[in-house]
């Protein structure tokens, strides 16, 4: 396998600064040496490596775009997008656990917790000492979360919790939990913490994508907390949506790298591997989907980049973060699987990484709201009529 | 403790260097740049160190200001300040390096002055006895371990087919071997406080160039390689070849 070099067909890196570059290349060392040579082993495996999460700790990668002081490395939004293009270029599942400790756990409790609640998750949050979940999504109510059932109830100076959760990232090894639920009818964050009576997170297996991901139910069954536990600033579903706009945010970065990884890998196959006594990619049908390919790369670093740019000066919008994730997961699936086919029988095999990314890019497009979802988002905002109500 | 780290920028270690118009030099176009590889395991020591003892690291290099962001990739390591000696180009000419170094570092009483064994690019191995020389320092070269005590240090060194152990005084003059330790990444918290360091620069007198590089020229294109198909029956013709034309046996 040759070095990885990002392909930049339009000189995109021209439009990035010193220290956006910096992070980037910073990160993408530590990929090559840290992730590349144990990845394929911990995806065939099902196992989680674990050892990565104090390195990405002392990197940085978690909740890099929140404040210094609880302990962050506060960077702009183009190089967080940047760090996730690259965590991805390794594998989707060391991206999601970025993601999600970052803009699912991080954020709401730095955006909706007390200054008490910051100061005693973010800084061992950040460093990877600590390990939170996010819950909202339940067996019954995935792209419809409004419908939730898990419910809070005030009794004395706790909160009651009951309900299931599903399809929860790092949910059995969370120190913390940032749990949805509806007090009196609304609904609102919670900090569940490991140990607590009743809570439980058992791991969903047989998974045949993000399989170096750990994903859990969360099971509250009469959970008693602290009054104190609640994100007092969180109020209605928008509360849990503007964390999944972070998220998706960094989704639509993170799938420019394994979109990335697919193309540097089927273009180096394609000029190597000999059919008819030349090439593979001597051939049209060939070059067609790698020119398929790079174009897309293209379009997807640019609308990422001006995202990013809007984001850095308060200007974007949800929407248009839906349109970057509904754009960016479905090309780069479809490139990961163009690059599982320029590699033939080859590509369904460990030595290559294509066949993994693409099956990594089918959850991807389901989680952090379904390609579908996006389209109708977009759809109302263009229209101003929702089409899933 | 006070140490000084001369750190060198060079092309990344995978570039396909071309010689440039002129002959005397490599074509820059498209080049990435970054620290030379040795210089961050002098990095790595010096930070190291000053975890332990207290203290600063302070980088010097000399070029222009293109590579301040050189520079700054060492600061995002975690060393404290640079001093840039501002030349328009490296000289060719290591002793006039030296020179220009030598007088700057003697402005900042440093326990310790870490280099690289040598930079990747023009391969002198110079500059570390140089500077020791002209600073009348105790320098020990190719270092693989060290320990610091107070005023005095013990340092391996690699030696032809063994290591060797010396004990010398402080202030001194180490260079760095590979595997003199595991140089650390550089951190998002890192790159980003790196953009706050100060690096001063300072305008060195530099001393008469002695060497001048004539020619730069590649190495010869490789040959068609011979690929002989008959097996074991070929065995006494290809050792008979790699003795009498590769003359490798």
Partial sequence: MNKFESPDYYLVDNLLTDDEKMIRSAIREWVDEKVMPIIEDAYQKAEYPHQLRGQMGELGCFGANLPEKYGCAGVSNVAYGLMMQELERGDSGIRSSASVQGALVMYPIFT??????RQNWLPRLA????????????????????????????????YVLNGAKMWITNGTISDVAVVWARLDGRVRGFLVEKGTPGFSAPEMHNKHSLRASITSELILQDVRIPEKNILPESGGLNSPLSCLTQARYGIAWGVIGAAMACYHEALNYAQTRIQFDKPIA????????????????TKMQLLCLQLGRLKDSGEMNSNQVSMAKRNNVAQALEIARMARDILGANGITAEYQSMRHMCNLETV??????????????????????AFK | MNIAVCIKQTPDTTTRVKVGPGGTGIDEAGINYIINPYDEFAIEEALQLTEKNGGEVTLLSMGPASIEKTIREG???????AIRLNVDKTPDDPTVTAKALAETLKNGQYDLIFFGKQAVDDDHGQMASLVGELLDLPTVTVVLELHVDGGSATAKREVEGGLETIRFSLPAVVSAQRNLNEPRYRSLKGIMQAKKKTIEVVEPALAEAHLVVEKLTPPPAKGEGKIFRNGAQDAAEVVRLLREEAKVI
């Fill in chain 1, 112 to 117: 909706f917790g007390t200054e008490e609640q």
């Fill in chain 1, 127 to 158: 460093s990877g000492e600590a390990v939170g979940c996010f819950g909202l999504t339940e067996p019954d109510f995935g792209s419809n979360p409004g419908g939730m059932l898990t419910t809070a109830v005030k009794d004395g100076d706790s």
């Fill in chain 1, 282 to 297: 001597s051939f049209q049908l060939v070059q067609q989907k790698l020119v398929y390919m790079i174009t897309e790369i």
């Fill in chain 1, 365 to 386: 497009k389901t989680y952090e709201g379904t390609h579908d979802i996006h389209t109708l988002i977009i759809g109302n905002d263009i229209t101003g009529i929702p």
């Fill in chain 2, 75 to 81: 600061l995002a390591m975690g060393a404290h300040k």
